[in-house]
């Protein structure tokens, strides 16, 4: 497949786009600027990117606890997504959700989740809807290698799987969960041997190029499109930060050299020499990428400071559509 | 209006005549389609609207439940079953924290019409996992719409109310009610949710039953009604939100009152009901607030034993005797 | 593997108390004479059996809803089982359990289960008992095709292979859930295309010879034992009757020709055709043992009949080792 | 004893002495291995008693509780964490209806001794999904035993009681009570299941609170008191048996109560302990039992909202006021 420079120059800006909304998070969180968790996505933006390029904002996404990349990556702008992490009324969720649940239906991401696996089911209800009204969408479901182990994420491929849905399984597999080895917690290497017992194609992709699974998706979502049913797509990737936080803590469940080691392969810049190379880009371009999204986070942050916390009166709104009288106490 | 149909028949014919109504709505759940549900409920429903909107689904709840909330968060209007109410463990995720909160979550922005269908109740000797009365658990849960009707009229008022309803809703079918025969009539219609409905008006003591607590209690109100007691009977309907006004106005009149459910009582709904009563209407109260309703422990097999479990006419004759006889304040 | 006529003779004395309980069971069932629901074995006898003539009293067994089968082919007695069916006091589980709880830890039988996939897990906790202990048992889960489509099962099959437990997992893949056939409700023709998702091997057999499941469970016994973990044995089968009760009551969803054809391949008659070409047994020494063990099913049924029911002070005995105080309420 | 260590040392401590005295104590759970878990409540037991005995699971909470159901009902004693109270929601089949419910279906034949544990509590803006109180749920559920240790000396207690119990117990550690310091004896100690502690005692009003608004409704009462108001602090420690007469008792002294606990208010515990209340000591009552509770909404995010909506010591102590206030009967 011959991509565009379009294409190319905004997965790039999308990956770049990732990277500095979350490394200023996280700077931020060690500031103690941020409250509760924060689950940082640097070094898997290959993903996010590659997949979201290939769909549409009708096209509809479900994330994980790890979702801020996602959400950048499906056309997310940093303003309100910076306001969510602080817990601002003009937050995205206004302030009710948080990063754990970070979201926006308008560009189709339905959610970031605190639950592992639970945005996999949502996904399948997505695409079940698109197939119904016959609107030409796919959904697409973000989740760990960890997660394939609960039973939501079963329970979401095989329907998708028996019910012919517009769905696409997008893993990101880091090799961990949490603080614990893939190789702990299954028998298997790859998530993609999952595939088969569903009855699904399954395809294992460079989690760190951006362009192969791209490209992958495309296909997926040709095949889904064309009725013919959901995919497994299998990007091997890394987290380049703690699983929650930013330090690894002098945590000793991964070494020093793995981390180094991934770090070589960082999906931005191995991809911005690659076009460098081909003559696609030049390191100025790049530069000047970087530096204009630098200056777009410097205004969301300080839109985000600037912005109010949410009045306490907003404690009991968007509990139901209108609050039943009898539901307050 | 003279038409008597079942409380099955007054289900299946809200169903089928809003889905004429809205081609958003679907239904999915096990054994709906081909088969019409276990109870009959979906009854005939794919034969009109065929299989993309009437579908029967792999044994998975977590993902019926899933299929429901992406679906409804991104258009349609879904109405997914769970055979038994014990069921809903296992999906509880999807629907506690899935469901029930992800308008509030994401600030508002998620409007997720959803109704989830299930069969609660005991007496027919199904045992400790397809008899459980669990409404006191989704009632805790901000979010979520609870109703259980009791007779056939309500079942199609509440039943077309949940389906036209913008939050999340649970209808809980009576298993021993399924054949109740009653007048309802053809065209649509609406029970606001929230609103209860006193079957008796009564001055001595106020009784709060559910589900088919209610015609038990009515009898017994019937027959105390001869030996000179007079009770009011309130059937809620809508157990969340609850109407409480209806319950505390009533209780304020009679200065006593008997709640009786058919659930666990530690920690039951009716502990709230009494809670509330005994809060709200203390100055009246020459009792205090009884409850009659299942003792602590899981559901008998054997009918010698069910039959003690479950709340009878008998206990609750007795508990109305007890309180109505006790020395006013 | 040559096997002794002991135990040949003992695979078609198991398969053959299976047969008579389960007919009788029905026939009770159509007299009104067993309170709740029943799910019949009848078909599947083959699958029991196998698997517990390779299992010793020590080994561990899950069951599903479809329970009696592997209770009689583990060791469990008629007159107990019958009783319990019955709701009796002198039932396995003293009448509060039913057919679909129906359990003997005595000969290593967890409990059927009234809902589907839960006995998995219960099996993996079983097995992690036996490693633990390092006492050289195994535990293996019965389950149904469908149930493969619910994330406990899934959970547990990952779970048992990342462990690597000494577990069995054993499919009786009838080609029906309910009333819903396979291919509604999953895009796969085998469930042992899923073994390859956990990283265990997985062997599909013939679940009309009784035989070959034997050897497909000594050799997983053998993997499991010499700590190499589990294995998923799918067992191609098929049920006789209704989903639960006896009459197919006109229902469509399987045709009557397919339901003869299955009834061709009978796992107790086509084995005992095999032996007596084989010369292993006569017709007459088969015809005996039909003989004893329906005086034996006779008897089992007086007694059940005979014996009392619970009585009420039993009604919250059980819940707890010892009810505590403040819990009776 | 002079010797003050934390909450978590206290339940670590407790957990280890348990494993050195017996050794079919073990436990599993999600990173509570290699990583001690991540509240490090397991820290450093593993490097004690190997990874036979203490285990890093996949992320499959049915299958977590599953694997303890399974042990524990054939000789082990298994202690299984859930990371978050929120997850148990995910899991809630197996406590529900398999592992409390197995011994009384079994009739009595089955005994399951395992201890659940899970970090409870918000306060953290740890957001919707990871801040719950869930207690009513689980208690009311028959089969279960409940604890919620508001200090570090009835941790190690209520710990202790619960490893030793042959019922299914769990055990709710408050994430904000984690750092907690105290006084803590060496040696192990038991806190019996079902028994209350009054920490503080007085002659107006009897708060019941739990977790940690035992210690917030606390330092209100010492407050109060030099205002001239005593009031007697209960904390029940154990939620399931209900410690009902300890609580009655007193309110039967002060003539008035008011109830505190983190959850949300409708169909919460404390509904029930006021309707036992009222039930119990109506004749004592000079005032109605309140409740000081969450408000009817998932919980929000943000810490301008989070504060709002848990109980805070001005509410207590408003409520205390009112309650102690109004004109006697
Ligand atoms: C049901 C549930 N169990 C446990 C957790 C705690 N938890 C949060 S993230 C995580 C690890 C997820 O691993 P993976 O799916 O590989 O995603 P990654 O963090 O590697 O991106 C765990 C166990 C949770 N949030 N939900
Ligand atoms: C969680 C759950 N969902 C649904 C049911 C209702 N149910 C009982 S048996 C059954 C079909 C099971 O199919 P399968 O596993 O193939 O076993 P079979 O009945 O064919 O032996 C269903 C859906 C249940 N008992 N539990
Ligand atoms: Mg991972
Ligand atoms: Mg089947």
Redesign the interface.
């Known amino acids: 497949m011959e991509l565009s420079t379009d294409v190319l120059t905004d997965m790039h800006r999308r990956m770049v786009r990732i990277r500095l909304f979350e490394e200023a998070a996280g700077k931020l969180a060690e500031a103690a600027k941020l409250?509760?968790?924060l689950h940082l996505y640097v070094g898997q933006e290959a993903v996010a990117s590659g997949v979201c390029t290939a769909l549409t904002d009708q096209d509809?996404i479900?994330s994980t606890h790890r979702g801020h990349g996602h959400l950048v990556a499906k056309g997310g702008e940093f303003k309100p997504m910076m306001a969510e992490l602080m817990?601002?009324a003009t937050?995205?969720?206004?302030?009710?959700?948080?990063s754990?649940?970070i979201?926006?239906?308008?560009v189709g991401m339905?959610?970031a989740?605190?639950?592992?696996?639970?945005g996999?089911?949502?996904?399948?209800?997505?695409?079940?809807?698109?197939?119904?009204?016959g609107n030409g969408n796919v959904?697409a479901a973000f989740f760990g290698d960890?997660?394939t182990?609960?039973?939501?994420?079963?329970?979401?491929a095989?329907?998708a799987?028996?019910?012919?849905l517009p769905v696409l399984f997008i893993c990101e597999n880091n090799e961990y969960?949490?603080?614990?080895a893939r190789d702990?917690?299954?028998?298997?290497t790859d998530i993609v041997?999952?595939?088969?017992?569903?009855?699904?194609p399954g395809v294992i992709v460079d989690g760190m190029d951006v362009v192969a699974i791209h490209e992958a998706t495309i296909e997926a979502k040709n095949r889904a499109v064309r009725g013919e049913?959901p995919s497994l797509i299998e990007a091997k990737t890394y987290r380049f930060y703690n699983h929650h936080g930013v330090q690894n803590l002098g945590?000793?469940?991964r070494t020093d050299d793995e981390v180094a080691e991934w770090k070589q392969r960082d999906p931005i810049f191995t991809f911005e020499d690659r076009m460098i190379d081909a003559g696609t880009a030049t390191r100025d371009d790049f530069d000047g990428v970087w530096a204009e999204l630098r200056a777009d986070i410097d205004e969301a942050i300080q839109f985000a400071e600037d912005s109010p916390?949410?009045d306490?009166d907003?404690?009991?709104?968007?509990?139901?559509?209108e609050m039943?009288?009898?539901?307050?106490? | 209006m003279s038409r008597k149909i079942s409380y099955v028949q007054a289900f299946n014919e809200a169903v089928r005549q809003e889905m004429r109504a809205d081609e958003?709505v679907?239904c999915?759940g096990e054994d709906i389609g081909g088969f019409g549900g276990v109870f009959q409920t979906y009854a005939g429903l794919q034969e009109e609207f065929g299989e993309?909107?009437v579908?029967d689904?792999?044994i998975?709840?977590?993902?019926?439940?899933?299929?429901?909330?992406?679906?409804?968060?991104?258009?349609?209007r879904?109405i997914v079953d769970i055979m038994f109410m014990d069921f809903i463990c296992v999906a509880f995720?999807?629907i506690v924290?899935?469901a029930a909160k992800?308008?509030?979550?994401?600030?508002?922005?998620?409007?997720v019409p959803l109704t989830i269908t299930t069969g609660g109740g005991g007496g027919l000797s199904a045992a400790a996992q397809h008899s459980q009365s669990l409404e006191a658990l989704i009632c805790h849960i901000?979010?979520l719409?609870v109703v259980h009707p009791s007779n056939p009229y309500d079942m199609k008022g509440l039943m077309t109310a949940c389906i036209r309803e913008?939050?999340p809703t649970i209808m809980i079918k009576h298993k021993r009610l399924l054949g109740m025969q009653g007048e309802v009539p053809e065209e649509p219609y609406m029970i606001p949710?929230?609103t209860a409905a006193t079957l008796r008006e009564g001055a001595d003591v106020t009784v709060v039953a559910w589900g088919r607590m209610v015609n038990e209690a009515f009898d017994v109100a019937e027959k105390l009604a001869e030996d000179g007691i007079d009770v009011e009977v309130i059937d809620p309907r809508t157990l969340?939100?609850?109407?409480?006004?209806t319950i505390v106005e009533s209780v304020r009149k009679t200065n006593r009152a008997v709640i009786v459910h058919e659930a666990v009582r530690f920690a039951g709904l009716g502990a709230e009901v009494a809670a509330?009563i005994q809060e709200e209407a203390f100055d009246y109260l020459d009792a205090p607030v009884a409850r009659v309703a299942a003792p602590f422990s899981p559901v008998p097999f054997t009918p010698a034993l069910e039959q003690h479990y479950q709340p009878s006419a008998a206990r609750i004759e007795q508990a109305i005797r007890d309180i109505v006889a006790r020395p006013g304040a």
């Open positions: 409250p509760g968790f509809q479900t817990g601002k937050g995205y969720n206004k302030g009710k959700g948080g754990m649940h979201s926006n239906l308008d339905l959610g989740n605190g639950i592992v696996g639970a996999a089911p949502i996904a399948v209800g997505a695409g079940f809807g698109n197939k119904l009204k959904a960890g997660s182990n609960i039973g939501a994420f079963h329970e979401a095989n329907m799987c028996a019910l012919k969960g949490e603080f614990t702990k917690t299954m028998a298997i041997d999952r595939a088969a017992g569903y009855g699904m049913g945590l000793k469940y916390v949410p306490v907003q404690l009991l709104v968007d509990v139901y559509t039943p009288a009898g539901a307050t106490s | 958003t679907f999915a993309e909107r579908v689904t792999p998975s709840e977590q993902a019926i439940i899933g299929l429901g909330v992406g679906a409804a968060a991104t258009g349609s879904p995720d999807q924290n899935q992800m308008k509030y979550m994401f600030g508002g922005s998620a409007t901000p979010g719409k913008d939050n949710l929230g969340q939100p609850l109407d409480s006004e509330q």
